[in-house]
């Protein structure tokens, strides 16, 4: 393919004419599919390059450049270390003598293959490139470039190097799934020159201006060097980060409003209930003006001209599944459907079993899961497309293309943030105009409600159940152990439940945690009267719902758990919440799980157990669970910590979160411009998104213009 023909839309196989790379296939693994995508494979430096120098103006932690001869060569094999197919690896020293001065200086490469060593042990006159160091007081290069010189090249003098030498800007790429630096940096040399002149503007030039921005084409050239280097300063660097940061916001918003029109074009189911507080009588205790309150962002939603996708944002334990069943009824009391979709088995048989209780037998309700028998789920699915059953709880069975409703209204996501986008609108497609709730439990800082879950409606919960008497957390240090053990026997032997949460299933000598098999044993021998088992993943699905309705049933005094109780638990007998090695998980988790307890008219206790002393550090992050109950706060603290991407998962928002450079964290004066700008631009151009369709998947906006 001519270079006149490569455009940043092509893909990226022709950038090497069609041959077969491994490089360009494990870049295409990593979504990088056109050459496009390629900009934003950002450098970790970019930096000029100085002309050839004496050894006399070698300064540690500077660049440098030089000409050399090579006096001796050292070749240590490397025992620890091997490569591909288990190739010998070796250190290599060379060490040289300047042309220019009296000056002898060692340059260094690790972990060579027996090619490299060929190559560098025949090379007699060395032109070199890298970051100087210093090694027991004298300088030194690791792995520094290298070009071979001609005897007659060697010879010119200082001047004549310098005069024939140009700076030159050195881009240093990074490892992308095992793809060095230097290769990248080959796959980028193949992009035409002239192809950086076509890089397209996305935004309006008053925008631009307005924010006194740089072009993108200026920003990316930056970035990769493809600037002369006098213009490569720190300020036209920030700018070019800035104007990046921006973009990524800017995208995002463009993707969220994009999705907002879309689902306006659709039809809706229209629920209308003015005698939902008849439902009320279900529940033995009274609602909260915050649930109440979301209920009525509900009921407002269902009689909009476009199908409800709403957010519940609520702490622990602070009534979401009530507001879930009561929109449930309200859709089943005008003769449609309901489904609620949970991420677990377990969190799945937890709703089933407290609605069957609550529900009395006055409705339909079913249970789909994928453990079920054959027959089972037969009669399960006859039911769904019989209209017979009026409530299903389930998993991701649910989203199967056997499962059709006769006439679905209403469903529910619960722990949303488990599901990816498309398994939510499988859900929400199986009926035309159907209203769709999603629930989390971890509460979303205000950064993030703008990028990941602003295509939603949110409601927040704040306000906890009057009968909840809350949870007491203390952090257990190594010499506080018996007391905490002492207190755990009183309170299972006054009839309560524990659990004791420890981070892994087996024991891995690479990591240094507790581990299921040996905290079992160890309880069990601790308290012999008790009736203790254990919980986790890797069991079967029937193994594991047996435990929980054992523990629910009260069959079960400690139950010792892998981080698979964290959500949706709910058994009111439980007061006692136990974390061992707190600091494997992190603030959200630990505040799930603590939210385990406590949940009725018993007070819960959480205990953050460490069996050796902890880094400042993580006593810092244990302390904000100890001090603080809010979950806000907590995934405020979270964020800062983790990042967004750790905190809630990934692409569970349907929003596609491509950002490179900006954070949510550092740049949020950032964000709220970039979301001021797509409003005030849809404003003045109302027939935007008219003629345009995104699908929810692999959608791209970059290079399109606006």
């Known amino acids: 393919m001519s270079s006149s023909s490569l455009t940043w839309n092509s893909p990226l196989s022709k950038l090497i004419a069609g041959r077969k790379s491994k490089t360009v296939d494990k870049l295409v693994n990593n979504g990088v599919d056109h050459v496009k995508d390629l900009l934003w494979i950002l450098p970790l430096r970019t930096t000029i390059l100085p002309k050839v120098q004496s050894f006399h103006a070698l300064a540690p932690e500077s660049l440098f450049k030089g ?44 972990n060579c293959y027996p090619s ?17 160091s210093e090694f027991m007081g ?39 799934d095992g793809i060095s630096p230097h290769h990248l940096a080959g796959l980028f040399d193949k992009i035409p020159n002239e192809l950086w002149e076509t890089i397209e ?27 002369p280097p006098h213009q490569l300063t720190p300020q036209n660097l920030d700018k070019a980060r ?33 005698n939902w507080r008849e439902h009320l009588s279900l529940f033995p205790y009274q609602l909260t003006e915050d649930q109440e309150a979301a209920i009525n962002d509900i009921l407002k939603d269902f009689q909009a001209d476009r199908p409800m996708m709403r957010l519940i944002q609520g702490d622990v334990g602070s009534g979401k599944t009530s507001v879930a069943l009561i929109s449930a009824l309200i859709a089943i009391s005008q003769g449609y459907q309901a489904a609620i979709m949970c991420p677990t088995e377990a969190l799945a048989l937890q709703h089933f079993l407290t609605f069957k209780e609550l529900l009395k037998g006055k409705w339909t309700l079913d249970i789909l899961l994928g453990s079920q028998s054959k027959k089972d789920k037969e009669l399960v699915l006859a039911g769904l497309s019989s209209g017979k059953t009026q409530i299903v709880i389930g998993t991701h069975s649910l989203i199967q293309e056997s499962v059709s409703f006769k006439n679905l209204a209403f469903c529910v996501i619960d ?22 709730l999603l629930m989390t439990a971890t509460p979303i800082p205000r950064s993030l409600s ?65 581990n299921l098999e040996v905290v079992l044993k160890k309880y069990r021998e601790y308290f012999p009267e008790f009736r203790i088992e254990g919980l986790h993943g890797k069991m079967k699905s029937d193994e594991k719902n047996k435990i929980f309705i054992s523990f629910r049933e009260k ?46 008219e018993k007070p819960g206790f959480c205990f953050l157990v460490n069996d050796k002393p902890l880094s400042p550090t993580s006593m810092e992050r244990l302390s904000v669970i100890e001090k603080s109950s809010d979950g806000f706060i907590i995934a405020e603290e979270d964020l800062k910590i983790r990042g967004e991407g750790d905190l809630f998962g990934r692409d569970q928002s349907g929003v596609k979160s491509t950002r490179v450079l900006s954070s949510l964290i550092h740049h949020q004066d950032t964000l709220e411009k970039a979301k001021e700008d797509v409003i005030s631009l849809c404003e003045n151009h109302p027939d935007l998104f008219s003629n345009i369709s995104l699908e929810y998947k692999n959608d791209d906006l970059v290079g399109k213009t606006v």
């Open 67 to 110: 000409v050399a001869k090579a006096v001796a060569f050292r070749d240590q094999p490397n025992f620890k270390a091997r490569g591909k197919g288990r190739t010998p690896l070796s250190n290599v020293t060379v060490t040289v003598q300047d042309r220019f001065s009296e000056g002898m200086m060692n340059l260094k490469w690790f």
């Open 555 to 600: 069959e079960i005094d400690i139950m010792i758990s892998t981080s698979v109780i964290e959500v949706g638990i709910n058994n009111p007998n439980a007061t006692v919440m136990t974390i061992l090695n707190p600091e494997r998980f992190g603030l959200s988790s630990l505040h799930q799980m603590r939210g385990r307890v406590g949940r009725g």
């Open 242 to 274: 800035e104007r990046l940061i921006y973009h990524e916001f800017f995208t995002e918003q463009i993707k969220i409003k994009l999705r907002r029109e879309i689902l306006k074009g659709k039809p809706s189911i229209h629920l209308n209930d003015e």
């Open 415 to 436: 722990e949303q943030h488990k599901f990816g986008v498309d398994q939510r609108l499988k859900l929400v497609n199986k009926s035309e105009g159907c209203h769709c």
């Open 201 to 227: 503007e996305p935004l309006p030039e008053d925008m631009i201006q307005k924010r006194n921005l740089i072009s993108l084409k200026e920003a990316f050239s930056i970035l990769h060097g493809k600037i």
């Open 138 to 176: 004298e300088a030194q290069m690791i792995s520094p470039d290298v070009e071979e010189l001609t005897s007659l090249d060697y010879e010119k003098d200082l001047k004549e190097w310098q005069d024939n030498d140009k700076e030159a800007i050195k881009v240093t790429y990074p490892t992308v």
């Open 116 to 132: 490299q060593v060929k190559k560098l042990k025949e090379q007699e006159y060395l032109f070199f490139t890298g970051s100087v």
């Open 450 to 514: 703008l990028t990941q879950y602003g295509d939603l409606d949110i409601s927040i919960i704040k306000q906890m159940p009057s009968n909840r008497k809350g949870t007491q957390t203390r952090i257990v240090a190594p010499e506080n152990y018996a007391k905490y053990l002492s207190f755990l026997k009183t309170r299972v032997s006054m009839g309560e439940q524990a659990y004791v949460v420890v981070p892994a299933i087996e024991e891995n000598p690479e990591q240094d945690m507790l």
